[in-house]
Nanobody, 124 residues
Framework: QVQLVESGGGLVQAGGSLRLSCAAS????????MGWYRQAPGKQRELVAT???????NYADSVKGRFTISRDNAKNTVYLQMNSLKPEDTAIYYC??????????????????WGQGTQVTVSS
């Protein structure tokens, strides 16, 4: 019903920057919180940053001051600007969206969606 398509990952040297994008498409009435998570090899998936439809943001302590999350509600797209990248930022980055569906008048339900992931590799 909903697809999240990520782009912008790649290989960068330490201290460099990357910008990730994630566009949601499909049967969408609205989107509440959107966010980015990451999973490094051998580690659990962890929160990187989230943003509500009203623009309230939340960041993991490890990325505060270096990463900035933003969104374009008209385009159902969320971005992650990553600056001052470190080797420990290397991971697969996943987009997440809390989507509201409205299949019938006065009928709503929410569902969580994930993107396929995009690799970010930071070399030292």
């Amino acid at each position: 019903q909903v697809q999240l398509v990520e782009s912008g990952g790649g290989l960068v040297q330490a201290g460099g920057s990357l910008r990730l994008s994630c566009a949601a498409s499909g049967s969408i009435f609205s989107i509440n919180t959107m966010g980015w998570y990451r999973q490094a090899p051998g580690k659990q998936r962890e929160l990187v940053a989230t943003i509500t439809s009203g623009g309230i943001t939340n960041y993991a302590d490890s990325v505060k001051g270096r990463f900035t999350i933003s969104r374009d509600n008209a385009k159902n797209t969320v971005y992650l600007q990553m600056n001052s990248l470190k080797p420990e930022d290397t991971a697969i980055y996943y987009c997440n969206a809390d989507v509201v569906h409205k299949p019938y008048p006065n009928s709503y339900y929410g569902r969580d969606y994930w993107g396929q992931g995009t690799q970010v590799t930071v070399s030292s």
